[in-house]
């Protein structure tokens, strides 16, 4: 028996919420101070609380065995990426 689609949307939510809210913000306060409008700082700082909305929504959908996986799935993709860059940054 696999997962549910509630199951699945809720890891999907916690795995995307921290990359895409860090993101947000360098992307926003770097425009802020490129086009010198505290605004896009403002923008930044909107789109990061939201995905602390999505971390709860996510929790909420996937209950701590979706936690569990989703920490499962960042430690694999950690160490494929470290395994990636291992191999990019040794080719001449």
């Given at each position: 028996m696999g997962f549910s689609f509630k199951f699945w949307t809720g890891v999907v939510l916690l795995l995307i919420n921290q990359p895409m809210g860090w993101t947000a913000l360098v992307i926003?306060?770097?425009?802020?101070?490129k086009e010198e409008n505290l605004n896009y700082s403002l923008l930044g700082i909107g789109i990061y609380a939201l995905t602390w909305g999505m971390l709860g929504l996510g929790f909420l959908l996937s209950g701590r065995e979706g936690m569990k996986y989703s920490l499962v799935l960042f430690k694999k993709l950690k160490e494929n990426l470290k395994v990636f860059f291992n191999k990019t940054t040794h080719m001449h």
């Open positions: 926003c306060n770097g425009m802020s101070v």
